[in-house]
């Protein structure tokens, strides 16, 4: 499973050790080794010799640089599909938006892909645009089921 890491918790001026940085992070030593070979964190010390030190200035740049990488940002008209794992546009007319407690609002919709709820979590003052990217039916009401039940 895919975690965000907060690079800013790594200090520029201190060196880590393979297992002082995988503590830091609450991962465990192989996974900051998979880190070093397969996508490219720096160590600043290159010796066969153990312990492996890196450098606290490239590791937070790796770590800034490889966390921004992973992101996918929606378009316009798209909500992010856990399922699917990418930005997917709903279905058209199946967006609604629920206001659970003013000024948050929550826009859900069925992903075209897998059928699944997509939810995009956003505030009242955005709302003129979110209609504009969406074909939005009216408040959704939660006492009226959203589709017909099965027989």
């Not at 397969?38 to 030190?53: E, H």
Request: glycine fraction near 6%; charge should be positive.
């Amino acid at each position: 499973m895919a975690r965000s890491y907060d690079w800013q918790l790594i200090r520029t001026h201190r060196p880590y050790t393979l297992e002082t940085f995988a503590a830091l992070f609450d991962v465990h030593p192989a996974t900051v080794r998979r880190w070093i070979k397969c996508n490219g964190l720096d160590v600043a010390i290159v010796s066969d010799q153990r312990p492996l030190i890196l450098s606290g200035r490239q590791a937070r740049d790796w770590m800034r640089k490889w966390g921004a990488s992973r992101k996918q940002p929606c378009g316009p008209g798209e909500i992010y599909c856990v399922a699917c794992k990418a930005p997917r546009t709903p279905l058209s007319g199946t967006v609604y938006i629920v206001t659970p407690k003013p000024p948050k609002i929550i826009l859900q919709g069925e992903c075209s892909t897998c059928g699944r709820t997509l939810r995009r979590f956003d505030t009242e003052p955005n709302r003129p645009a979110l209609e504009a990217d969406f074909d939005l039916k009216s408040d959704h009401d939660p006492e009226t089921p959203r589709r017909k039940p099965c027989t």
